[in-house]
């Protein structure tokens, strides 16, 4: 297994740069997750790891070897495609085995890998099937399996989930969770789904337009995002951002319908802010000493199962979502309700530069 450095690394196409002078670190063993908007460059990064894209500039170090010019073929990385990329002509068992044997594995440790492999991801009942009588599911264990079966010490995964339905996505995720703590490989995964993000990964990288915009474990990522991108790219529903005027000195910042205390801590705010909450930190009634208080009437409420969704319209004309548990009977359209947020959950961004506010 590998550590993986990628060092200043910058990728152009033409005038175009893709990616831009990104530092990343995965430690050996590590599930990292990258997580970004589309076109925000993740599979352009995976692709230089993998070295199928050589970098503009930088370098990229796996097990502190520098790889950065090395062929795709040497480098010990294994990569499970968006499209899985099977090969339709062979069986199952051919399609795992193909890249063994180029590798110089004897039959006899392949057909014991393959058999091996073929019980962790649970397609033992197919080996001999081709690609096309396989579920897009099915298919996508294959993909694993070829991975696996190669015992690289880096597997790199480009979006694996995307082709499967929701309800047998949450079990693969459980399943690739499963399998990633029985290998213990290095994994780069790369996703734009920020629940998958959170589900999967010892840490997150959040990318956006070719740089980082944060590193952390998800809990770190949700609790404390460094920037207002990431606060809102990070929860669902996403994080409430209020913009509100400061004025200096003043130790509450007070919009229609809200007022939230300013932290001394902070020292001197900058005179446009967004407050940032979430729903589900928020309790209804009425805001205690040093909480902030928020007020407005019922818009809309959504019954989702186990909560419901409370649209709540400002008296500016904003909207603020909170989730609340199944059967809370306060909440009716039209009227007008108060909620309390504590001073641990709010969060304040310079409306200017997106960046976090910390004491
Ligand atoms: N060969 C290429 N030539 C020119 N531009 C490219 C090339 N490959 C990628 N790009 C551009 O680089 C940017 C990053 O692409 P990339 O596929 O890495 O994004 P992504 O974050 O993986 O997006 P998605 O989630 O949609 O797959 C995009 O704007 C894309 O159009």
Known sequence: ????????????????????????????????????????????????????????????????????????????????????????????????????????????????????????????????RKPKALSGGQRQRVALARVIAREPSVSLMDEPLSNIDAQLRTVMRAELLRIHRKTGMTTIYVTHDQEEAMGLGDRITVMNFGHVEQIGTPDEIYAHPANAFVARFIGAPRMNLIRLAHRPGANAIEAAGIRAPVPATLGTLPPDLFLGFRGEEARPGAAHDGEAMIEGVVDVVEHLGAQIEVHLRLDDGEEAVFRRPRGETIWREGERASLAIPAAHLHLFNAETGAALRA
């Not at 450095?5 to 590590?30: F, H, Q, W």
Request: with cysteine.
């Open 1 to 128: 297994m590998a550590q993986i450095s990628i060092d200043g690394v910058t990728k152009r196409y033409g005038a175009t740069e893709v990616l831009k002078r990104l530092d990343l670190s995965v430690a050996e063993g590590e599930f990292m997750v990258l997580l970004g908007p589309s076109g925000c460059g993740k599979t352009t990064l995976l692709r230089m790891i993998a070295g199928l894209e050589t970098p503009s500039t930088g370098r990229i170090m796996i097990g502190g070897t520098d790889v950065t010019l090395t062929p795709p073929a040497k480098r010990d990385v294994g990569m499970v495609f968006q499209s899985y990329a099977l090969y339709p002509h062979m069986t199952v068992r051919e399609n795992i085995a193909l890249g063994l044997k180029l590798r110089g594995v004897t039959p006899t440790e392949i057909a014991s890998r393959i058999e091996r492999v073929a019980a962790l991801v649970q397609i033992a009942p197919y080996l001999e």
